[in-house]
């Protein structure tokens, strides 16, 4: 039988993220995380910063369940997930949106097509998403690129697909890696402006970032991740 | 506005290299198990109709008394025989039908000096034949001393060979079929290395082991059906040309070919998707599972 994080136990839930006491290492390499705790409220918006090799994406790909924990609780909407049992990934999954640095978006698939996968994946019909995915294809600036495959596109195109293939499917989480480093001033407001958007209408925000005048000007609160812990909240 | 069309594009990239010769492969061995299959079919239609000639039929040796003629003696087996329930007709061999069916294997030189056994034919009815004993006691009671031979040891032989030639020929075809399902399963697992960071990327966006999995099996049960369609085409020709060519008879009587042979073979592509389905599907689940 499948296994799913019951939606009714996180409704009680305020929390979207609770990590308790969580180290993470590479094989035999020293620790990359170290007991770190972590509480990401419903509907707050942060943003994590620190020097490279702080940890940052190593801390990412924890909440996005990519990797498993070394030690210590990783909680999502409430459930225990880091030590899930693989058939329950997708369910955690398919509450979120993720943004990656390297945007891991799927060369041979068109523009339209690489945002719309979360909801193909799914079970949904082309004709039930389509009007969603022109929508936000617009509103990232990128209508006029739909059929366009990643390859052709430039890295500020690559990070905006990337961005609205994270959150068309309306996550309640939804954690970015440096999504405004490939785009000019004025796109990464627009895209801030987005992230903040969504986070109005409930979305729990993470996004990690090595800008930190950029965190500062949204006023949102910063996580600062260094030396594997998460040292002071701003 | 974006025009979408209704064809989704497959989640899944064409692989160039290895899909042809996986085609290749499983048409070649589509190929082979319809010829086994069809091989099977016609062995197993000539046995039976042996079997049912020689059923349909005994044969009666018979002894004739001191100062009886065994032409005498094969006439009267053969009028007492015609009255028995069971038995259609019964025809006593003269001499001259005897030398005949013997002229073939010891030629005419010693033939008019060798002792010959009188025979009589007698043709079973069909539905209902005499048995072996039934015509032995009619002779004993008519007091003709013979031998009745109702060729159930030939019969026996025929259908014990006719199963083992089935038998061996669905060996053959289950073999093609596992070897066809060993090479879907190494496509699979070439496929799912060569795409890793795809069925990632699928993994982080939701999908589950099953839906990854689905991807693979659609693909490779398409491959397949299109390849075992392939192979029982170029199966189906040339049985068809085989009984065109030959008649009911095909090559050889021992191998009689019928058109419901050829038709018969139009499941095979059906076999191979299924096949392929199984194989990819274990696969690709057994080697996501494996990575957690």
């Not at chain 1, 039930?128 to 059929?147: K, P």
């Not at chain 2, 039929?57 to 094969?74: D, I, L, N, Y």
């Not at chain 2, 048995?131 to 109702?150: K, P, Q």
């Not at chain 2, 966006?205 to 490779?220: F, M, T, V």
């Amino acid at each position: 039988m499948p296994v799913h994080p019951r939606r009714a136990a996180d409704a009680a839930s305020s929390e979207t993220v609770r990590l308790q006491g969580v180290g993470f290492s590479y094989g035999d390499a020293p620790d990359v995380l170290r007991d770190v705790n972590l509480t990401l409220p419903r509907g707050s918006f942060h943003f994590l910063t620190g020097p490279s090799g702080a940890g940052k994406s190593t801390l990412l790909k924890l909440l996005t369940l990519a990797a498993r924990p070394t030690r210590g609780v990783v909680r999502l909407f409430g459930e225990e997930a880091g030590g899930a049992p693989r058939r329950a990934l997708p369910a955690f999954r398919r509450r979120m949106g993720v943004v990656f640095q390297d945007f891991r978006l799927l060369d041979h698939l068109s523009a339209f097509d690489n945002v719309a996968l979360p909801l193909r994946l799914a079970g949904a019909r082309t004709s039930t998403y389509a009007a969603d995915v022109e929508e936000l294809l617009e509103w990232v600036g990128l209508a006029h690129r739909a059929e366009a495959r990643p390859p052709a596109l430039s890295g500020g195109e690559k990070q905006r697909l990337a961005i609205a293939r994270a959150v068309i499917a309306n996550p309640e989480l939804i954690v970015a890696d440096e999504p405004t480093g490939n785009v000019d001033a004025a796109m990464a407001a627009r895209l801030l402006k987005l992230f903040q958007s969504l986070n109005r209408l409930g979305a729990t925000v993470l996004i990690a970032t090595h800008d930190e005048a950029l965190a500062e000007r949204s006023g949102a609160a910063v996580l600062r991740l260094e030396n594997g812990r998460v040292g002071a909240t701003a | 506005m974006i025009r979408r069309s209704g064809r989704q594009a497959p989640i899944l990239p064409r692989e160039a290299g290895g899909e042809p010769w996986l085609a290749g492969v499983i048409a070649v061995l589509c190929f082979l198990a319809c010829l086994a299959a069809a091989g099977a079919m016609a062995a197993d239609r000539a046995a039976h109709g042996w079997a049912r000639a020689l059923g349909a039929e005994a044969t009666v040796q018979v002894r004739p008394r001191v100062g009886e003629s065994g032409a005498t003696a094969a006439a009267r087996a053969a009028e007492t025989l015609a009255g028995v329930d069971g038995v259609d007709e019964t025809e006593a061999l003269d001499r001259k039908t005897a030398e005949a069916l013997l002229r073939p294997w010891l030629g005419d030189a010693v033939l008019p000096d060798l002792p010959l056994p009188h025979l009589v034919t007698v043709r079973l009815n069909r539905d209902h034949p005499a048995s072996a004993v039934t015509l032995g006691r009619a002779l004993a009671e008519a007091g003709v001393d013979a031998t009745v031979d109702d060729h159930s040891l030939w019969r026996t032989e025929v259908e014990r060979s006719a199963g083992l030639i089935t038998v061996l020929a669905g060996a053959a075809f289950l073999l093609t079929a596992g070897a066809a399902a060993a090479a879907v399963t190494y496509a699979t697992r070439a496929g799912m290395a060569a795409q890793a960071p795809i069925i990632l990327i699928l993994s982080l966006n939701g999908a589950s082991d099953a839906r990854i999995a689905g991807l693979y099996q659609r693909r490779y049960g398409l491959l397949a059906a299109g390849a075992g369609a392939a192979g029982a085409a170029a199966a189906m020709a040339a049985l068809a040309l085989l009984r065109f060519v030959g008649g009911r008879d095909g090559i050889t009587p021992a191998l009689p070919v019928a058109w419901s042979d050829v038709w018969a073979l139009s499941s095979c592509p059906l076999l191979a998707a299924t096949v392929a389905l199984v194989a990819a599907r274990w696969t690709a689940l057994a080697r996501l599972r494996g990575h957690d």
